[in-house]
């Protein structure tokens, strides 16, 4: 079995020269963040490792997406999807920006209700959920009032 | 304390802004408030046919010396050749000083208090809430037992689907109530109102059985099992009769158990009840007026 250096972890997933890095993604939700970041057909470079070893997390996932930056409404996606991921913006081959997510109170614009009666999917309103509880995640229309798990969430 | 805000839900409202209706609700019976509203409008946009609470908002803002103007059933209005809500409340803001309004739509009403600056009271958005019902509901209570806390209620029918009795189950718990629920399994009270009621600490109860709570509840709060609601419809059959409360079903209830029912009842009270000492529904209805009074003053800021 080959130890997994850092020298042997940098070929795996290689540096990018400007872009973003997102670190300690938690297992399993790898491809979930570039199917919810619609990264699937991205036609620069795209690194992404899962079951990486992670002293925090035991295994992690890493995406670095090459000639992009995230913009405001994709990080509050992330944030969603995997609260407590690490963000990093990079310049030149360093780490220009580096940012520890966090779910926030309130998450509009992004998620939607799982309602089909809910007046968000019946007119053009900005949806806007509570938190209720962050984990396991538990979220609450504003409009409606209706209770979504984790798993029920949707992203538009 | 409620001035030019709105009613939309009963999960916005602290058990301080129930008791304070609640009390509003005491002094709007006892006092003269002919003139109160002498020179208001109230807009009555029912985009869905409603009886009881139309009626009741148009003629508490009349015995409130307002005027109303409105419509009822979506047929004749503009919504027909394809107007948004959020248009149409625009529209109407500058017609009225207050809107009640009913809508098929969940979350139709909070859409509008977010749109306009003149209060918004929610008459019922599809399935979602209805607190005007609730908060007749609690004076009822009140003026029955002469207070809210501390009592045992219990809940009958439909608890999976019924607005009515989920915001009641959430109003009650602020006040200390033990709950019993009575309900065929796959109609019971959902887990997320279970959770609010875990975390304050309520004692509740589960069953299928009205005469397991019959000698122990103050409240039998009835109400309605749609059919529609089973999909075998043998499953119906089984169990409709189990929930149909009859006067001899009464015999030993406790010492002043009050039956109410939001009303419009089909079969489940049957009639014979009706002359029972325990039944309570109509008065309970007419108790819509007072309250309805009180929250279009206090939203009003004609009152404090």
Known sequence: MIEENKEYKQMKIGRIKEGTVIDHIPPGLCFRLINILSLERYNNVLSAATNLTSAKLGKKGMIKISGKILTEEEVKKVAVVAPNVTMCTINNFSVSKKIKLTLPNEIKKIVKCNNPNCITNIEGVVTNFGVLQESPLKIKCCFCERTINKEEIKLK | ??????????????KEELRYILDTIKKIEEMDCSNLCKGKILGTLFFEPSTRTRLSFESAMKRLGGSVIGFSGDGSTSRKKGESLYDTIKTVEGYCDIIAMRHPVDGSARLAANSVIIPIINGGDGANQHPTQTLLDLHTIRKSHGQVEGLTI?????????????????????????????????????????EVLDQRGIKYYMTESIMDVM??????????????????????????????LKKEMLTNAKSGLKVMHPLPRVNEISEDVDDAEHAHYFQQAHYGIPTRMAIIALLLGVLE
């Open chain 2, 1 to 14: 304390m409620l001035k030019n805000k709105d009613l939309i839900s009963i999960n916005d409202t602290t």
């Open chain 2, 154 to 194: 219990a809940m009958v029918g439909d608890l999976k689907y019924g607005r009515t009795v989920h915001s009641l189950a959430i109003a009650m718990s602020l006040f200390n109530a033990t709950i019993y629920f009575v309900a065929p399994q796959q109609l019971q009270m959902p887990k997320d109102i279970l």
């Open chain 2, 215 to 244: 000698d122990k509840t103050d409240i039998l709060y009835m109400t309605r099992i749609q059919k529609e609601r089973f999909p075998d419809p043998v499953e119906y059959e089984k169990m409709k009769n189990a929930y149909i």
